[in-house]
């Protein structure tokens, strides 16, 4: 008998970890960027799972 099944590791795309909040110039002054404006990538603990 031969039982076959499969694995399923859900990912998502996040911001890069290893990017800082840098500085950035606004309209109102100094201010960091935010997440939105970080490098997205594969979640590192998904990557690990696949």
Request: with cysteine; aromatic share 4%.
């Amino acid at each position: 008998m031969s039982t076959a099944y499969q694995i399923v590791v859900c990912g998502s795309i996040v911001p890069d970890p290893l990017q800082t909040l840098e500085p950035v110039a606004s309209p109102a002054g100094p201010a960091l960027k935010n997440e939105m404006m970080l490098s997205a990538v594969l979640d590192p603990w998904a990557g690990h799972a696949l």
